[in-house]
């Protein structure tokens, strides 16, 4: 599956997350060995557990929710935050960026689902958060992108749908505060049942986990 996974990416240079949440330090290794340097939890504890235990050129994502509280145990070492839903936790890794004296990549998290329960920023709130003085004063963080998660769906339509507004959103950033960015170039969306649908509505990442790792045993996130 790995290298069907692959060769769906390449023709648009997809990047894959292969999501290993739950998932035991030998199935992570054995993907290692297949070449796969890009891995995502979405718990901070997990993730730093996994980051210690593993080979060092992993590049490893945290693509969950995260709690402001839980900053600290991931700033020294990820390499990209999906998951930044809030104006107050992005105030919170910058703080920890700078305790690691680093500057942490993160992509802002948008609502684009229909559920009520998904986290993330609406065009306007992330608006707000772009113009404003705490953010220009945030040197330990760098948006490079925007991520969302699209409704859980049998409907074709309605996922393509919340892809594109999510690619909407991403080109309104770009020309209202990154213009001269070529850092901001990501966008992280599709899983295991939608990731095709993504490719074709522009994603630059897509956060893989079932379709690599087989079926969770339980449900983190
Ligand atoms: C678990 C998870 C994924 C991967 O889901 P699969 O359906 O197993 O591919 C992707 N993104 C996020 C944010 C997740 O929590």
Redesign the pocket.
């Known amino acids: 599956m790995y290298q069907e996974i692959l060769k769906q990416l390449q023709p648009t240079h997809t990047k894959l997350?292969a999501?290993s949440?739950t998932k035991p330090l030998p199935a992570i290794q054995t993907l290692y060995e297949q070449g796969q340097r890009i891995f995502?939890e979405?718990k901070a504890q997990e993730l730093s557990g996994k980051f210690e235990a593993l080979p060092k050129d992993i590049e490893w994502h945290m693509?969950?929710?995260l709690q402001r509280n839980k900053v600290k145990y991931i700033a020294p070492f990820v390499a990209l935050i999906?998951?930044v839903d809030s104006a107050r936790l992005l105030s919170e890794i910058n703080k920890q960026g700078e305790k690691a004296n680093r500057v942490i990549d993160c992509l802002l998290q948008f609502h684009i689902a229909e559920e009520a329960s998904k986290f993330g920023f609406t065009a306007e709130s992330a608006q707000a958060l772009l113009s404003s003085a705490g953010f220009s004063d945030m040197k330990h963080i760098r948006i490079v992108g925007v991520?969302g998660?699209a409704t859980y769906t049998e409907e074709h339509q309605q996922i393509r749908k919340e892809f594109q507004c999510l690619r909407s959103i991403f080109e309104q950033l770009k020309n209202q505060f990154f213009a001269d960015a070529a850092f901001f170039q990501e966008i992280?969306m599709?899983?295991?049942?939608d990731?095709l649908l993504a490719i074709e509505e522009g994603a630059t990442m897509v956060?893989?986990?079932?379709?690599?790792?087989g079926?969770?045993e339980y449900?983190?996130?």
Do not use: A, T
């Not at 599709?190 to 049942?193: A, D, E, H, N």
């Not at 956060?207 to 790792?213: A, D, H, K, P, T």
């Open positions: 997350v999501v949440k995502g979405s693509i969950g929710h999906h998951s991520m998660m992280s599709g899983m295991s049942g990731y956060r893989i986990g079932s379709l690599l790792f079926k969770r449900q983190s996130d």
